[in-house]
């Protein structure tokens, strides 16, 4: 039982780049989310999904699109990488309970 | 939609001093009130939780207190100990699906 992880652990990208963070889950949680790390801003909600199939977006989605085409997966994905995306990057999952387990992280450099 | 400011950005203390982080919400909907420590280099992870229908939960030297009316929260931390020295996030959950976090507080335990 890995938990929830995430591919790759560190990228570096130029800007207008594209690239897919992917997050994996084994706990056949229903509920999935991406959120980004900045210093000083605490964790933002980027996209999250309820369900296989669904979307939805968050405080700061601009820039990023979802996909959640198998329940077990959540991918990010960003079209033209701009500098203003270097974060660190968390994945979480939920079931059907309130406790969201958080990947260990990717961490992105847009130049 | 929800908005949780936190308090203060950075704490230090005394070994065996106690620690308190304080949150407020602005969504008078939102039921569960979530806290996370984060070690440097670390996914989040969840320490203490609390629903709207308690007041008051403890766990060993953790405690969370709620007050609706105020619609804030706090974390209570006693006998600090060096290995409590973490970013401490607080989160607010938005519809019973996702978590809006607060900027976190920095906690520096001095022996």
């Known amino acids: 039982n890995a938990g929830v992880t995430q591919t790759p652990k560190f990228r570096v990208l130029k800007t207008g780049q594209s690239m897919t963070l992917l997050c994996a889950q084994d706990m056949n949680h229903e509920y999935m989310y991406w959120y980004r790390q900045d210093p000083g801003m605490g964790l933002r909600l980027i996209h999250y999904?309820?369900?296989?199939?669904?979307?939805a977006k968050g405080e700061v989605p601009d820039g990023y699109n979802v996909s959640r085409l198998k329940k077990q997966n959540f991918l990010l994905g960003l079209e033209s990488a701009a500098p203003s995306q270097t974060s660190v990057y968390f994945c979480a999952s939920k079931g059907q309970g309130e406790t969201q387990y958080f990947g260990p992280g990717t961490r992105l450099l847009v130049l | 939609g929800e908005n949780v400011e936190q308090h203060p950005s950075t704490l230090s203390v005394q070994e065996g001093d106690s620690a308190v982080i304080k949150c407020t919400y602005s969504d008078s909907a939102s039921n569960y009130f979530p806290w996370y420590k984060q070690e440097l280099g670390k996914r989040p992870q969840l320490i203490i939780d609390?629903?709207?229908?308690?007041g008051e939960k403890k766990d060993q030297r953790i405690a969370v207190t709620l007050n609706k009316t105020a619609k804030h929260f706090s974390l209570h931390i006693t006998e600090t100990q060096p290995e409590d020295s973490a970013v401490y996030f607080c989160a607010a959950s938005l519809r019973s699906t996702a978590l809006i976090f607060g900027k976190g507080t920095t906690l520096s335990v001095s022996s």
């Open positions: 609390i629903r709207s229908n308690v």
């Open positions: 999904s309820v369900g296989e199939g669904t979307t």
